[in-house]
């Protein structure tokens, strides 16, 4: 959780820079692009909290550059579709980390089968998506 903090208060800053009107070169507009994708992503309806497995998914996928290629305003209707996934295709996986959630750990160990397994189901979905909106 710390490091989405000093990431979205990086994003904010840069946020504010960019309203200056400067020509942001490409790495810039990119990092400002992936805050306005989390942004999008930590968005929950009122009264309607999400499951911890389906924020640590979400923010998984945002956090590590698979959503880079999905349009903002598009952002809400690909983690709907994907938690659906998740929850319809890949119940085994996600029932895997709802048991390992706890550790603290929890997808941070690139070869561990579970982070293997959501990296996976993240493109596998990503790439349906996409192909389904060209």
Known sequence: AGGLRLDLAAFRELEAF????TDLDPATQARLDRGYRMVELLKQPQYQPRNVV???LSIYAGTQGFLDDVPVDQI?????????YMQDQKKDVWNLLNENKDKGDTLKKADDPTTVAV?????EYTKQFLGAKK
């Open 119 to 123: 990296r996976g189901a993240i493109e």
């Open 54 to 56: 389906d924020e640590i």
């Open 76 to 84: 809400s209707a690909w983690e709907a579709g994907f938690l659906a």
């Open 18 to 21: 960019a309203q200056l009107g």
